[in-house]
């Protein structure tokens, strides 16, 4: 298993066809096969089943067309009705987003339920793409920080907590700090001190972002960018998009920003916004 994790994370469907082919194809045995087609994505699963070799392509062939994609919305609430689709099939299933909506504090009687998926999840952290962390969302045990802990692609919290101490703070400075795969981040109502402390990370290196969506708490602080070397609004107090570029290796970062309205109505306008991207 150890050594099909590792060809999942280095592998991709351009370079599988070199991979197999270094393969004496005959001799791999079938767990072997099994295991690489679980940990790759269903795209690059179907590349196996283009390989001349019988045992090969009928492999990936079946994982490629019975392998499902779910999103896992965690709320008290939730339906156990994709739980149960993870727990049973866990094969051929995989969780591509998770959406935290709720406070689950309120329902002890999920946590337990929930808490099923850690083993499901620690084998291949990989197939979580897309995280959504709602502000209704609480768990402050921490005993579900599994979910969130995961090295996601993309990133979006409706709304930082301005004490700083809430869960959401928590989630993003992880995925700040020490999540190597993030490459797009949406955030609501976040402050100076917030992008302070993304641009200081990916100068650093520290964080690979490309893209930033987000919006400030106090407009006016936009403004204070050019402490950071840059401008965010033009001569007409318009926000504009900012391009920061590293010339000794070339990547760059694309901040969006946002002049949404601070009142709860937009908040319901925006996160259903959100929510049927993060669904489509």
Same mark, same amino acid.
């Given at each position: 298993m150890s050594i099909a994790f590792h060809a999942y994370k280095t592998l991709n469907s351009t370079t599988m066809s070199a991979f197999i082919s270094s393969?004496?194809?005959?001799?791999?045995?079938?767990? &072997?096969?099994?295991?690489?087609?679980?940990?790759?994505? /269903?795209?690059?699963? *179907?590349?196996?089943? =283009?390989?001349?070799? =019988? #045992?090969?392509? /009928?492999?990936?062939?079946?994982?490629?067309?019975?392998?499902?994609?779910?999103c896992l919305s965690v709320s008290p609430t939730a339906d156990s009705f994709i739980l149960s689709h993870i727990l049973n099939d866990p094969k051929y299933s995989k969780i591509r987003k998770i959406a935290l909506i709720g406070?689950?504090? @309120?329902?002890?009687?999920?946590?337990?339920?929930?808490? /099923?998926?850690?083993?499901?999840?620690? +084998?291949?952290?990989?197939?979580? @793409? @897309?995280?959504?962390?709602?502000y209704r969302f609480r768990n402050e045990?921490? /005993?579900? *920080? &599994?979910?969130? +802990?995961?090295?996601? =692609?993309?990133?979006?919290?409706?709304?930082?907590? #301005?004490?700083?101490?809430g869960v959401q703070?928590?989630? &993003? @400075?992880?995925?700040? #700090?020490?999540?190597p795969n993030l490459e797009e981040l949406t955030f609501g109502y976040g402050s100076y001190d917030t992008l302070k402390l993304i641009i200081e990370a990916w100068k650093s290196g520290q964080s690979k972002l490309k893209n930033i969506r987000c919006s400030l708490w106090l407009a006016e602080e936009w403004t204070r960018l050019k402490d950071l070397g840059f401008r965010a609004v033009d001569e007409e107090g318009q926000l504009l998009d900012l391009t920061l570029k590293c010339a000794k290796t070339g990547r760059s970062l694309c901040i969006k920003p946002t002049n949404w309205a601070v009142d709860l109505k937009g908040n319901h306008v925006y996160l259903a916004r959100w929510l049927d991207q993060f669904e489509s």
């Amino acid at each position: 298993m150890s050594i099909a994790f590792h060809a999942y994370k280095t592998l991709n469907s351009t370079t599988m066809s070199a991979f197999i082919s270094s393969f004496p194809m005959d001799t791999v045995p079938y767990a &072997f096969i099994d295991s690489v087609a679980h940990q790759l994505s /269903k795209d690059s699963a *179907s590349t196996l089943g =283009k390989i001349s070799n =019988k #045992q090969w392509s /009928k492999v990936g062939s079946t994982h490629h067309s019975k392998r499902r994609g779910l999103c896992l919305s965690v709320s008290p609430t939730a339906d156990s009705f994709i739980l149960s689709h993870i727990l049973n099939d866990p094969k051929y299933s995989k969780i591509r987003k998770i959406a935290l909506i709720g406070s689950l504090e @309120e329902n002890s009687l999920f946590v337990p339920e929930i808490k /099923k998926l850690r083993p499901y999840l620690k +084998r291949n952290p990989y197939q979580v @793409e @897309e995280l959504l962390v709602t502000y209704r969302f609480r768990n402050e045990s921490n /005993k579900l *920080s &599994f979910l969130w +802990r995961l090295p996601v =692609k993309r990133l979006c919290l409706d709304g930082l907590d #301005q004490t700083g101490t809430g869960v959401q703070q928590k989630i &993003f @400075e992880y995925h700040i #700090q020490s999540n190597p795969n993030l490459e797009e981040l949406t955030f609501g109502y976040g402050s100076y001190d917030t992008l302070k402390l993304i641009i200081e990370a990916w100068k650093s290196g520290q964080s690979k972002l490309k893209n930033i969506r987000c919006s400030l708490w106090l407009a006016e602080e936009w403004t204070r960018l050019k402490d950071l070397g840059f401008r965010a609004v033009d001569e007409e107090g318009q926000l504009l998009d900012l391009t920061l570029k590293c010339a000794k290796t070339g990547r760059s970062l694309c901040i969006k920003p946002t002049n949404w309205a601070v009142d709860l109505k937009g908040n319901h306008v925006y996160l259903a916004r959100w929510l049927d991207q993060f669904e489509s």
